[in-house]
């Protein structure tokens, strides 16, 4: 049975810690990413934790070129495809470069899979792609809508991908819906790497234990919540790389293209802010100064996930708690206190 994959955007958070894992699971893998958010260090370490060198390949999904060199070298059973910016507030400001890499960049290299008769895809969406939920948990038939250019990035490419199914039936489209991944492999040798001031609440709250930040800003405390904080399902990354795996699986079993299939990957338990600050400080025995703040723009109340369709169709369900991920985020940092440091 052929079993490479390609991993687009597969030097970055997700697809650092999924390239493990799909190693782990027997999965030949060949990383193809532009680097403009990660580092070859990040495929340094992970070439180090699987013992031996990854195949890697610096390129751009826009370049239909450079994919199609690729392809003409390997026989590939899939796609995993990472490779997409997800700065919320950078895509409002810049949304030109939002629609050009993840919408663009998504149908060339969908055109490019066509070409070569690779019809399986393992897609990164987004629970943003819920926009506002009416109702809670969120299952996979929950309206969709955006809030922002990077929501309705992921959004138009989840419609590209149902009219490619509709179009035709080769086609095995799954759609992870990833809720709030955060985390780190266990070794503390790769993790989340931010280039800027985090815009995602983990990696700030683990910058300021390290010392790179003063406090945390905690973005509202009057939501309709437990505590009056902000509700995500948190998701630890490693069992996020392991869905990943699962949905690969999944395909190599069928016997008819599973067409376009959404998925969310999540927990099923919302965790407030709150709750999450004082489990990191619990954890790891840290103060984690903090002020409330004005709610930010365009947040939401409440989000979490059921997982249930994860569980039946898959056999996939998160395993690690906010013990494990409070451990491992901090585990990463300050064991890496600048990260990769090599960008
Ligand atoms: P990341 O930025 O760490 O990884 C993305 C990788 O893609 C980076 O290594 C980057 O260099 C690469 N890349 C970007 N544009 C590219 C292009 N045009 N060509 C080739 N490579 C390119 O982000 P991540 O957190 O690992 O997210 C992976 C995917 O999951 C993204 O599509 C993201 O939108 C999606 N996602 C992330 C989260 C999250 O909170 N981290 C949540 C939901 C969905
Ligand atoms: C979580 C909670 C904040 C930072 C974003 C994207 C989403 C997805 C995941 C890619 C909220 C609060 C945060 C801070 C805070 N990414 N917060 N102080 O907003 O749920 O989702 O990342 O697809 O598309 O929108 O995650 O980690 O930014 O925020 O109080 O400094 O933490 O208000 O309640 P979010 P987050």
Known sequence: MKNKILVTGGAGYIGTHTCIALHESGYEIVIYDNLSNSS?????????????????????????????????????????????????????????????????????????????????????????????????????????????????????????????????????????????PVGAHESGQ?????????????????????????????FGNDYPTIDGTGVRDYIHVTDLAQGHVAALDHLQQQTHAAGFLPINLGTGRGSSVLELVNAFSKVNKIDIPYQFAARRAGDIASCYASADKAQELLGWQAKLSITNMCEDTWRWQSMNPDGYNTK
């Open 40 to 180: 070859y260090e990040a495929i340094n370490r992970v070439s180090n934790l699987i013992g031996q060198s990854i195949e890697f390949i610096e390129g751009d999904i826009r370049d239909a070129g450079k994919l199609k060199e690729i392809f003409n070298l390997h026989e590939f059973f899939g796609v995993i495809h990472f490779a997409g910016l997800k700065a919320v507030g950078e895509s409002v400001a810049k949304p030109l470069m939002y629609y050009d890499n993840n919408v663009s960049g998504t149908i060339t290299l969908l055109a490019v899979m066509a070409e070569f008769g690779v019809k399986n895809l393992v897609f990164s969406s987004s629970a943003t792609v819920y926009g506002d939920p009416e109702t809670l948990p969120i299952n996979e038939t929950s309206p969709r809508s955006a809030t922002n250019p990077y929501g309705q990035s992921k959004l138009t490419v989840e419609h590209v991908l149902e009219d490619l199914a509709a179009a035709d039936k080769e086609w095995s489209l799954i759609t992870l819906r990833y809720f709030n």
């Open 190 to 218: 790769i993790g989340e790497d931010p280039s800027d001031i985090p815009n995602n609440l983990m990696p700030f709250i683990s910058q300021v234990a390290v010392g790179r930040r003063d406090k945390l800003s905690i």
